[in-house]
T-cell receptor, first 112, second 114 residues
Framework: NAGVTQTPKFQVLKTGQSMTLQCAQDMNHEYMSWYRQDPGMGLRLIHYSVGAGITDQGEVPNGYNVSRSTTEDFPLRLLSAAPSQTSVYFC???????????FGQGTRLTVV | AQSVSQHNHHVILSEAASLELGCNYS??????LFWYVQYPGQHLQLLLKYFSGDPLVKGIKGFEAEFIKSKFSFNLRKPSVQWSDTAEYFCAVTLYSSASKIIFGSGTRLSIRP
């Protein structure tokens, strides 16, 4: 029962580097989303997708790109990492809008 | 803009004390409401949810929450906390009009003294 799988768990980047955070779910959920979690700020929505081929911006999309070529995968790309992107990133999926979200284990990213 | 407010940032209780964590949201339409829990070093897990019907909902581990529509509130309660309840608790809302987005509160850190 894998659920939502995120890789890597930890990552250190230098300013200006790019990388992709991977997210995969095996529950055939249509909805997937990316959040960042910062102390005292809760979870803020970066990007979300309501199905393969459909993505939209959330609350804090700048500096991040996403694509959704399959139902299962929803990678998050950091184009040019900045120290302000140091955070814990969570991927989540849900069966449909308004239903319970299932979260991955998170990726702790540090940009130096 | 829609928002979710959790006014208690850090709550410290002794074991067996009663717990109530506040949650208010700003949206006049139909909402679905959730409480998630994040144990240290882990991902978020669902505690309970409200979609419709009885406004008093029961979740896992003895938690319950009451939806009061007139107050735009969805407070979380537990009659007697345990040390294992130490965690961060997040209230969340999805809007009927934009159900693809989950809006989270800033979280309440709960510390239980053994």
């Amino acid at each position: 029962n894998a659920g939502v799988t995120q890789t890597p768990k930890f990552q250190v980047l230098k300013t200006g580097q790019s990388m992709t955070l991977q997210c995969a779910q095996d529950m055939n959920h249509e909805y997937m989303s990316w959040y960042r979690q910062d102390p005292g700020m809760g979870l803020r929505l970066i990007h979300y997708s309501v199905g393969a081929g459909i993505t939209d911006q959330g609350e804090v999309p700048n500096g991040y790109n996403v694509s959704r070529s399959t139902t299962e995968d929803f990678p998050l790309r950091l184009l040019s990492a900045a120290p302000s992107q140091t955070s814990v990133y969570f991927c989540a999926s849900s069966y449909k809008g308004g239903t319970e979200a299932f979260f991955g284990q998170g990726t702790r990213l540090t940009v130096v | 803009a829609q928002s979710v407010s959790q006014h208690n940032h850090h709550v410290i209780l002794s074991e067996a004390a009663s717990l109530e964590l506040g949650c208010n949201y700003s949206y006049g339409g139909t909402v679905n409401l959730f409480w998630y829990v994040q144990y240290p070093g882990q991902h978020l897990q669902l505690l309970l949810k409200y979609f419709s019907g009885d406004p008093l909902v029961k979740g896992i581990k003895g938690f319950e929450a009451e939806f009061i529509k007139s107050k735009f509130s969805f407070n979380l309660r537990k009659p007697s906390v345990q040390w294992s309840d130490t965690a961060e608790y997040f209230c969340a809302v999805t809007l009927y009009s934009s159900a693809s987005k989950i809006i989270f509160g800033s979280g309440t850190r709960l510390s239980i003294r053994p």
